[in-house]
């Protein structure tokens, strides 16, 4: 009597690992090529950081590369002797006067251009867009015309009024972009309903804006926070300038308190650390969201 043998059944040979590697699917990154080149990107970035809080926190003359004993002195000296209390209540004022008229009247443009047709509208969309080419230098002396026949030079309003203009554009393109994304249909439903069109975008279109207010509106201010130009040009007094020109002070032809500078900058760099940290999660989605043509 002969019995058939049953085969074997068959094993899958698991390929060496150089074979798995050069059959590796796109999508799968080994994770050292990741943290490799974070790890570099993070040494440049954070270094430089590290130097200013040690020349800010260690006490002057020292040369130590640890900031031991620490000492705050660099910092009551540029709040108090260097007037950046001023300062920084300037830049407070400017940023946030610059943030509100710029997302308010971006508002209000960005939605024209969503909703409505008129005439030369892609022209007028082109204009907005080549003036991102024009750098604010060749804006310094039309503006200076301007606001010395209104009375405003050595006025907070002369910087707010140019950074608002300086933001404008790019803001009403990008809260353009982000009203077509919210469907108009939810506008018609709520004019059934029997609101007006006011009424409807209050209640309808505003609130899906949230993510790409913030956004604009954070670009604005972190603009006019750091711009330098037009405090220095338009603000001769003192006690109206802002934190960039009062970096600018901390330096002369002769010699650099390299202590007071840094802890000037650590000053200027904080409060937009902290608004960046809390409203990254909608920065990144209101960007995400005006990228995108409904």
């Given at each position: 009597m002969?019995t058939?043998i049953?085969?074997?059944p ?5 390929p ?12 799968e990154v080994?994770?050292?090529q ?10 440049f ?11 800010a926190?260690?006490?002057a ?10 000492t705050?002195?660099h910092?009551?000296?540029v709040?108090?002797?260097?007037s950046?209390?001023v300062y ?13 008229l710029?997302?308010v ?5 960005g939605?024209?251009l ?5 005439r030369?509208?892609r ?6 867009l080549?003036?991102?080419f ?5 804006l ?23 950074e608002?203009?300086f933001q ?9 972009g ?6 108009y ?17 209050r209640?309808?279109v505003?609130?899906?804006?949230r993510p790409?207010?913030?956004?604009v509106?954070?670009?604005?201010f ?6 330098f130009?037009f405090?220095l ?21 002769d010699?650099?308190?390299?202590g007071a500078?840094a802890?000037?900058g650590i000053?200027?760099?904080?409060p937009?650390?902290?608004v960046?940290a809390f ?9 995400g969201?005006g990228?995108?043509?409904?």
């Amino acid at each position: 009597m002969i019995t058939e043998i049953a085969p074997a059944p068959h094993r899958p040979v698991r390929p060496p690992a150089a074979a798995r590697a050069r059959h590796r699917p796109w999508g799968e990154v080994p994770r050292w090529q990741i943290y490799l080149p974070l790890s570099v990107y993070l040494l440049f970035t954070l270094v430089p950081f590290y130097w200013i809080l040690l020349f800010a926190l260690r006490p002057a003359g020292s040369t130590s590369l640890v900031p031991w004993p620490v000492t705050f002195d660099h910092f009551h000296k540029v709040w108090t002797e260097r007037s950046f209390g001023v300062y920084f209540t300037n830049s407070v004022y400017v940023g946030v006067a610059t943030l509100v008229l710029t997302t308010v009247v971006a508002l209000a443009g960005g939605y024209a251009l969503a909703r409505f047709d008129f005439r030369a509208k892609r022209a007028f969309l082109l204009a907005l867009l080549c003036s991102q080419f024009v750098p604010g230098a060749l804006l310094l002396v039309p503006l200076f015309q301007i606001f010395a026949r209104l009375h405003l030079i050595n006025s907070l309003a002369s910087v707010i009024l140019a950074e608002t203009v300086f933001q404008l554009p790019l803001s009403m393109i990008l809260i353009s972009g982000f009203i077509r994304n919210v469907p108009y249909a939810l506008e018609e439903a709520a004019w059934v309903d029997g609101c007006d069109r006011f009424t409807a975008f209050r209640v309808v279109v505003l609130p899906q804006l949230r993510p790409g207010l913030i956004a604009v509106g954070s670009f604005a201010f972190v603009h006019a926070w750091n711009h330098f130009l037009f405090a220095l040009m338009f603000l001769s007094d003192q006690s109206k300038q802002t934190i960039p020109v009062g970096l600018n002070t901390l330096m002369s032809a002769d010699s650099v308190d390299l202590g007071a500078l840094a802890a000037g900058g650590i000053v200027a760099a904080v409060p937009v650390v902290i608004v960046f940290a809390f409203i990254q999660k909608w920065l990144i989605t209101g960007f995400g969201a005006g990228a995108v043509k409904g």
